[in-house]
């Protein structure tokens, strides 16, 4: 009976993007003054008010027509309250850079960089 009662919302998303860090990663060579592709999936499970989801965002940069090179990925957790007009959350996020190839010796592992951020909010919304 409780699983008959959860609701759960997936999407899938891809695309290209323009603008910010993405133009400057170093495995974005070819692509620089263009952008960068990207494929995000996510998920949100409901039961009544409460909501737990989450989410990876990929980015990438093809190589030739078949072989893509990606440079990074964010995970996202997010969980709350959500009363249809106002929604009380928490939103976790990291960057980690991805490295293909980084086994092969002479190519470096140590990330250049990674980050994350935490947001606790209060959201008033109409219908």
Do not use: R
Not at 114 to 123: H, I, Q, T
């Amino acid at each position: 009976m409780f699983f008959q009662i959860l609701a759960l919302a997936a999407s899938l998303e891809f695309g290209f993007m323009n603008g910010g860090i993405y133009n400057y990663s170093g495995l974005n060579e070819g692509w620089k003054e263009i952008g960068t592709l990207y494929t995000s999936i996510n998920a949100t499970v409901n039961y009544k008010f409460l909501y737990v989801g989450g989410g990876m965002d990929c980015y990438f940069t093809p190589k030739s027509w078949n072989n893509y090179m990606p440079f990074q990925m964010t995970y996202i957790l997010k969980a709350g309250l959500d009363f249809n007009t106002v929604q009380i959350g928490y939103e976790h996020d990291c960057f980690h850079p991805i490295s293909p190839y980084s086994t092969i010796i002479g190519n470096e592992i140590k990330p250049k960089y990674e980050g994350g951020s935490n947001k606790f909010f209060v959201k008033i919304k109409t219908k």
